[in-house]
Protein backbone atom coordinates (compact mmCIF):
# COMPACT_ATOMS: atom_id res chain seq x y z
CA UNK A 1 0.00 0.00 0.00
CA UNK A 2 1.16 3.23 -1.02
CA UNK A 3 0.84 6.66 0.90
CA UNK A 4 -1.00 6.36 4.09
CA UNK A 5 -2.92 3.25 4.99
CA UNK A 6 -6.61 4.62 6.11
CA UNK A 7 -9.55 2.65 7.69
CA UNK A 8 -10.57 2.20 4.09
CA UNK A 9 -7.47 0.50 2.89
CA UNK A 10 -7.94 -2.42 5.77
CA UNK A 11 -11.21 -2.98 4.60
CA UNK A 12 -10.50 -3.49 1.08
CA UNK A 13 -7.66 -5.88 2.70
CA UNK A 14 -10.16 -7.76 4.01
CA UNK A 15 -12.44 -7.82 0.78
CA UNK A 16 -9.23 -8.91 -1.28
CA UNK A 17 -7.91 -11.51 1.74
CA UNK A 18 -5.05 -10.20 1.75
CA UNK A 19 -3.50 -11.09 5.28
CA UNK A 20 -3.14 -7.57 7.40
CA UNK A 21 0.54 -7.08 9.38
CA UNK A 22 0.06 -5.58 12.61
CA UNK A 23 2.88 -4.63 15.34
CA UNK A 24 2.43 -2.85 18.96
CA UNK A 25 5.51 -0.45 19.25
CA UNK A 26 5.54 2.26 21.35
CA UNK A 27 8.61 4.77 20.60
CA UNK A 28 10.22 6.82 17.81
CA UNK A 29 13.23 4.71 17.05
CA UNK A 30 11.30 1.29 17.16
CA UNK A 31 8.37 2.80 14.56
CA UNK A 32 11.10 3.94 12.40
CA UNK A 33 12.00 0.37 11.83
CA UNK A 34 8.37 -0.74 12.02
CA UNK A 35 7.42 1.64 9.20
CA UNK A 36 10.53 0.90 7.16
CA UNK A 37 9.69 -2.42 7.16
CA UNK A 38 6.38 -1.89 5.59
CA UNK A 39 4.22 -2.85 8.61
CA UNK A 40 -0.32 -1.88 7.75
CA UNK A 41 -1.10 -1.36 11.26
CA UNK A 42 1.41 -0.06 14.27
CA UNK A 43 -1.22 -0.27 18.02
CA UNK A 44 0.35 2.06 20.38
CA UNK A 45 -1.03 -0.63 22.90
CA UNK A 46 -1.37 0.61 26.90
CA UNK A 47 1.30 -2.70 27.17
CA UNK A 48 3.41 -0.10 27.23
CA UNK A 49 2.88 0.23 31.01
CA UNK A 50 4.74 -3.21 31.15
CA UNK A 51 7.00 -3.40 28.05
CA UNK A 52 8.66 0.51 28.86
CA UNK A 53 7.83 1.29 32.36
CA UNK A 54 8.41 -2.08 33.75
CA UNK A 55 4.54 -2.60 35.76
CA UNK A 56 3.09 -5.83 36.21
CA UNK A 57 -0.25 -4.97 34.17
CA UNK A 58 -1.14 -2.83 31.88
CA UNK A 59 -3.35 -0.81 34.34
CA UNK A 60 -0.73 1.99 35.24
CA UNK A 61 -0.54 3.67 32.03
CA UNK A 62 -2.44 7.21 31.99
CA UNK A 63 -3.78 9.34 29.19
CA UNK A 64 -0.78 11.68 29.13
CA UNK A 65 1.62 8.92 28.76
CA UNK A 66 -0.31 7.28 26.31
CA UNK A 67 -1.05 10.55 24.60
CA UNK A 68 2.82 11.19 23.97
CA UNK A 69 3.70 7.63 22.71
CA UNK A 70 1.59 7.83 20.53
CA UNK A 71 2.54 11.75 19.04
CA UNK A 72 5.76 9.74 18.74
CA UNK A 73 5.22 6.59 16.87
CA UNK A 74 3.46 8.82 14.29
CA UNK A 75 6.25 11.34 13.92
CA UNK A 76 8.29 8.02 13.51
CA UNK A 77 5.69 6.08 10.95
CA UNK A 78 3.81 8.78 9.11
CA UNK A 79 2.06 6.22 6.70
CA UNK A 80 1.02 3.08 9.13
CA UNK A 81 -2.51 3.34 9.67
CA UNK A 82 -2.33 3.91 13.41
CA UNK A 83 -4.37 3.02 16.24
CA UNK A 84 -4.45 4.19 20.05
CA UNK A 85 -4.91 2.09 23.14
CA UNK A 86 -7.35 3.56 25.29
CA UNK A 87 -5.66 3.31 28.59
CA UNK A 88 -7.82 1.80 31.97
CA UNK A 89 -10.25 4.29 33.55
CA UNK A 90 -10.25 6.14 30.20
CA UNK A 91 -13.68 5.64 28.92
CA UNK A 92 -15.23 4.01 32.12
CA UNK A 93 -16.61 6.99 33.68
CA UNK A 94 -18.70 8.98 31.19
CA UNK A 95 -19.24 8.79 27.57
CA UNK A 96 -18.14 12.24 27.70
CA UNK A 97 -14.73 11.24 29.64
CA UNK A 98 -14.23 8.50 26.57
CA UNK A 99 -15.19 10.88 23.68
CA UNK A 100 -12.95 13.44 24.99
CA UNK A 101 -9.99 10.84 25.71
CA UNK A 102 -10.57 9.44 22.22
CA UNK A 103 -10.44 12.54 21.07
CA UNK A 104 -6.94 13.81 22.11
CA UNK A 105 -5.73 10.56 20.45
CA UNK A 106 -6.87 11.63 17.11
CA UNK A 107 -6.08 16.14 17.94
CA UNK A 108 -2.55 15.45 19.88
CA UNK A 109 -0.95 12.22 18.66
CA UNK A 110 -2.41 11.56 15.01
CA UNK A 111 -3.84 8.27 15.75
CA UNK A 112 -6.63 6.80 13.21
CA UNK A 113 -8.75 5.08 15.34
CA UNK A 114 -9.13 3.94 18.92
CA UNK A 115 -8.92 0.74 20.86
CA UNK A 116 -11.32 -0.75 23.54
CA UNK A 117 -11.80 -3.53 25.88
CA UNK A 118 -14.83 -4.11 25.28
CA UNK A 119 -17.55 -6.04 26.65
CA UNK A 120 -21.69 -5.82 26.87
CA UNK A 121 -21.10 -3.16 29.36
CA UNK A 122 -19.22 -0.77 26.92
CA UNK A 123 -21.49 -1.06 24.14
CA UNK A 124 -22.73 2.31 24.37
CA UNK A 125 -20.15 4.08 25.35
CA UNK A 126 -18.38 2.41 22.07
CA UNK A 127 -20.82 3.86 19.93
CA UNK A 128 -20.83 7.44 21.47
CA UNK A 129 -17.29 7.20 20.75
CA UNK A 130 -18.31 6.64 17.17
CA UNK A 131 -21.16 8.83 16.75
CA UNK A 132 -18.54 11.56 17.62
CA UNK A 133 -16.78 11.05 14.46
CA UNK A 134 -13.80 8.39 16.27
CA UNK A 135 -13.47 5.17 14.79
CA UNK A 136 -13.31 2.07 17.24
CA UNK A 137 -11.53 -1.05 17.31
CA UNK A 138 -12.82 -3.32 19.96
CA UNK A 139 -11.35 -5.47 21.89
CA UNK A 140 -12.33 -8.74 22.88
CA UNK A 141 -11.48 -12.51 23.70
CA UNK A 142 -8.56 -11.86 26.59
CA UNK A 143 -8.82 -8.15 28.09
CA UNK A 144 -5.68 -7.20 30.25
CA UNK A 145 -7.41 -4.25 31.90
CA UNK A 146 -9.70 -6.50 33.38
CA UNK A 147 -7.06 -8.76 35.30
CA UNK A 148 -8.10 -6.88 38.51
CA UNK A 149 -11.21 -8.27 38.17
CA UNK A 150 -10.69 -11.87 37.16
CA UNK A 151 -7.20 -12.54 39.32
CA UNK A 152 -5.35 -14.25 36.25
CA UNK A 153 -6.29 -14.01 32.10
CA UNK A 154 -6.43 -17.18 30.47
CA UNK A 155 -7.39 -18.87 26.81
CA UNK A 156 -11.13 -17.59 26.09
CA UNK A 157 -13.72 -19.05 23.73
CA UNK A 158 -12.87 -22.92 24.60
CA UNK A 159 -16.17 -23.81 25.36
CA UNK A 160 -19.70 -23.98 23.15
CA UNK A 161 -21.14 -21.64 25.52
CA UNK A 162 -17.92 -18.88 25.99
CA UNK A 163 -18.22 -19.24 22.43
CA UNK A 164 -21.51 -18.61 21.43
CA UNK A 165 -21.58 -15.46 24.12
CA UNK A 166 -18.02 -13.95 22.43
CA UNK A 167 -19.42 -14.58 18.61
CA UNK A 168 -22.44 -12.60 19.89
CA UNK A 169 -20.57 -9.58 21.56
CA UNK A 170 -18.42 -9.35 18.53
CA UNK A 171 -21.87 -9.07 15.90
CA UNK A 172 -23.22 -6.44 18.73
CA UNK A 173 -20.15 -4.32 18.34
CA UNK A 174 -20.34 -4.78 14.77
CA UNK A 175 -23.63 -3.22 14.71
CA UNK A 176 -22.78 -0.80 16.90
CA UNK A 177 -19.96 0.47 14.16
CA UNK A 178 -16.88 -0.78 15.18
CA UNK A 179 -14.62 -0.58 12.23
CA UNK A 180 -12.26 -3.48 13.16
CA UNK A 181 -11.87 -6.52 15.84
CA UNK A 182 -8.95 -6.99 17.57
CA UNK A 183 -9.54 -10.97 19.12
CA UNK A 184 -7.21 -11.92 21.77
CA UNK A 185 -5.95 -15.75 23.26
CA UNK A 186 -9.37 -16.91 22.11
CA UNK A 187 -9.55 -19.95 20.64
CA UNK A 188 -8.50 -20.32 16.44
CA UNK A 189 -12.17 -22.44 15.64
CA UNK A 190 -13.96 -18.81 17.69
CA UNK A 191 -11.76 -16.41 15.93
CA UNK A 192 -12.46 -18.12 12.42
CA UNK A 193 -15.91 -18.29 13.01
CA UNK A 194 -15.64 -14.42 14.09
CA UNK A 195 -13.70 -13.40 11.05
CA UNK A 196 -16.16 -15.18 8.22
CA UNK A 197 -19.47 -13.91 9.99
CA UNK A 198 -18.10 -10.28 9.98
CA UNK A 199 -18.00 -7.26 7.46
CA UNK A 200 -15.33 -5.35 9.43
CA UNK A 201 -11.42 -6.13 9.78
CA UNK A 202 -10.19 -8.74 12.58
CA UNK A 203 -6.93 -8.63 14.16
CA UNK A 204 -5.82 -11.84 15.71
CA UNK A 205 -3.68 -11.33 19.09
CA UNK A 206 -2.60 -15.19 19.88
CA UNK A 207 -5.83 -16.56 18.11
CA UNK A 208 -4.90 -18.35 14.94
CA UNK A 209 -4.45 -17.90 11.45
CA UNK A 210 -7.42 -17.89 9.98
CA UNK A 211 -8.38 -13.76 11.38
CA UNK A 212 -7.62 -10.83 8.43
CA UNK A 213 -4.60 -10.18 10.06
CA UNK A 214 -1.85 -10.95 12.98
CA UNK A 215 -0.28 -8.65 15.66
CA UNK A 216 2.78 -8.73 17.79
CA UNK A 217 4.60 -6.83 20.03
CA UNK A 218 7.32 -5.38 18.63
CA UNK A 219 10.07 -6.90 21.74
CA UNK A 220 8.42 -10.17 21.51
CA UNK A 221 9.50 -10.21 17.25
CA UNK A 222 12.87 -8.44 18.10
CA UNK A 223 13.77 -11.61 20.95
CA UNK A 224 14.11 -8.44 23.22
CA UNK A 225 11.31 -9.00 25.62
CA UNK A 226 12.25 -8.76 29.61
CA UNK A 227 8.34 -10.30 30.50
CA UNK A 228 7.40 -13.81 29.85
CA UNK A 229 6.31 -14.15 26.55
CA UNK A 230 2.74 -15.50 26.01
CA UNK A 231 2.46 -18.91 24.11
CA UNK A 232 1.28 -17.19 21.05
CA UNK A 233 4.09 -15.03 20.74
CA UNK A 234 7.07 -15.68 18.43
CA UNK A 235 10.62 -14.32 18.04
CA UNK A 236 11.90 -13.71 14.80
CA UNK A 237 15.46 -12.74 15.78
CA UNK A 238 17.56 -13.00 19.05
CA UNK A 239 18.58 -9.19 19.51
CA UNK A 240 19.10 -9.44 23.60
CA UNK A 241 21.80 -11.21 23.19
CA UNK A 242 23.67 -8.81 20.77
CA UNK A 243 22.58 -6.26 22.43
CA UNK A 244 24.19 -7.42 25.84
CA UNK A 245 27.20 -8.04 23.66
CA UNK A 246 27.60 -4.62 22.54
CA UNK A 247 26.83 -3.31 25.65
CA UNK A 248 29.86 -5.58 26.90
CA UNK A 249 32.40 -4.51 24.55
CA UNK A 250 31.69 -0.66 24.98
CA UNK A 251 31.85 -1.09 28.86
CA UNK A 252 35.26 -3.48 28.31
CA UNK A 253 36.64 -0.44 25.88
CA UNK A 254 36.21 2.37 28.09
CA UNK A 255 37.58 0.64 31.51
CA UNK A 256 40.33 -0.46 29.39
CA UNK A 257 40.84 2.95 27.67
CA UNK A 258 40.36 2.10 24.28
CA UNK A 259 37.12 3.98 23.66
CA UNK A 260 37.39 6.85 22.15
CA UNK A 261 40.09 6.53 20.10
CA UNK A 262 41.35 9.43 18.29
CA UNK A 263 38.84 8.91 15.26
CA UNK A 264 36.18 9.15 18.21
CA UNK A 265 36.79 12.73 19.66
CA UNK A 266 36.80 16.40 18.03
CA UNK A 267 40.06 18.03 17.91
CA UNK A 268 40.93 22.24 17.81
CA UNK A 269 41.81 23.75 14.36
CA UNK A 270 45.28 23.30 12.83
CA UNK A 271 47.72 25.73 14.75
CA UNK A 272 45.47 27.13 17.61
CA UNK A 273 46.17 24.76 20.26
CA UNK A 274 49.60 26.86 20.11
CA UNK A 275 47.61 29.97 20.33
CA UNK A 276 45.81 28.94 23.11
CA UNK A 277 48.50 27.81 25.22
CA UNK A 278 50.06 30.95 24.66
CA UNK A 279 47.05 32.95 25.72
CA UNK A 280 46.61 30.12 29.00
CA UNK A 281 50.62 31.79 29.75
CA UNK A 282 49.09 35.27 30.31
CA UNK A 283 46.47 34.04 33.04
CA UNK A 284 47.33 35.06 36.29
Known sequence: MAGRITISDIFEAKKQKKKLVAVSCYDYTTAC???KAGVDIILVGDSAAQVMLG????????????????AAVRRAAPNACLM???????????????????????????????KIEATQAHLDTIKAVIDA????????GIRPQSVIKLGKLRAEGTTA???????????????????????????????????ERVSVPVISCGSGADCDGQIL??????????????????S????????????????DEVRSAEFPDDDHCYHIREGQLDKLL??????P
Do not use: W
Request: proline content about 3%; aromatic content about 6%; charged content about 20%.
Open 33 to 35: MVE
Open 55 to 70: HDSTLPAKMDFMVAIT
Open 84 to 114: ADMPFLSYNLSHAQAIENAGRFVVEAGAQLV
Open 133 to 140: GIPVAAHI
Open 161 to 195: DLAYDMISLADRMVRAGACSLLIEGTAREVAALIT
Open 217 to 234: IITDILGISQNRAPKFAK
Open 236 to 251: YADLQTLMIDALTRYA
Open 278 to 283: KMLRTL
